[in-house]
């Protein structure tokens, strides 16, 4: 079997800026509100004509990645494009990604695992490269979420956290044997109970594009997303650390075994909770929501790459990558970088 390798990282993020107290021309909120709550002080939002979309930034993203592992895109044998908010109801982003990156005729798979996305996507990129069917796969995270929100006071405990933008890596075959850059492991779960308590229902199969054309009442608000903030926060607390031991615990590592955590940014004080309960220093943990809030599939990548950009990710560190939200689903990556 062989072992996985990232080769290279990228991420790009919308030129506009959304500060918090930009938000109360919408809704009554203000800059201490929002950083109480979430830690929040900005974030980036597509605006009308700036040609972004959740496939043009995933592309952003992935032509840095593909250059800084000295790749190009006909190296490409596989995309894994992880997001909520695909251009389309359908087709899926990756197969735009394909055509807008110049790849050969390769599969491009989408991933719909909100928050846990990334760690998904990783952990199948990663089993493709180990079995041998691919040499280099494409796994990108992207989102526009700006445009799906309810910018109104009814629904600013869910319209101030989230952000768009998108990043990617390279997970690369690696044959050398005296390199040990490996995907360790990874781990996934789900409980589909609690799939309401964070979710968009509209539209779906059970309510169709067709009617919110057609006499839809005009007190649904369902086509919103929705979320049990105070429910998330109590499952979030305890599923981050839970797949990070399980992790930790498989490859004989403890907390303090860990150079850099990048947890899903889904709320810096779920990040600093798990921090304490881990028993870890400020210096292992990345978080940079402050600066683009949730960005959902894309949080981790950016975050990753932000992070190697500033010499916090050097070669031969161990590196957990964790995640929780919307299905529940949650999970973690443990890597040797």
Known sequence: MYKSKITGLGMYVPEHIVKNNDLTQYMDTNDAWIRERTGIEERHWVQPGDGNTTSSMGTAAAKIALERAGLTPKDIDLIVFATLSPDYYFPGSGVLVQEQLGCDTIPALDIRNQCSGFVYALATADQFIKTGMYKNVLVIGSEVQSTGLDLSTRGRGIAVIFGDGAGALV???????????????????????????????????????????????????????????????????????????????????????????IPHQANLRISQFVQKKLGMKDEQIMNNIQKYGNTTAASIPIAMTEAWEQGRIKRGDLVVLAAFGSGFTWGSNIIRF
């Open 171 to 261: 997970l690369s075959r690696n044959e050398d044997k005296n390199d040990q850059s490996n995907i360790l492991s990874s781990h996934l779960h789900s409980e589909g109970k609690y799939a309401k308590e964070l979710t968009n229902l509209v539209p779906g199969g059970i309510h169709p594009p067709k009617e919110l054309v057609e006499n839809w009442p005009e007190d649904d608000f369902s086509y919103y997303p929705y979320m049990n903030g105070n429910y998330v926060f109590k499952h979030a607390v305890v599923r981050f650390p839970e797949a990070i031991l399980e992790g930790l615990k498989e490859n004989n590592f403890t907390p303090q075994d860990i150079d850099l955590l």
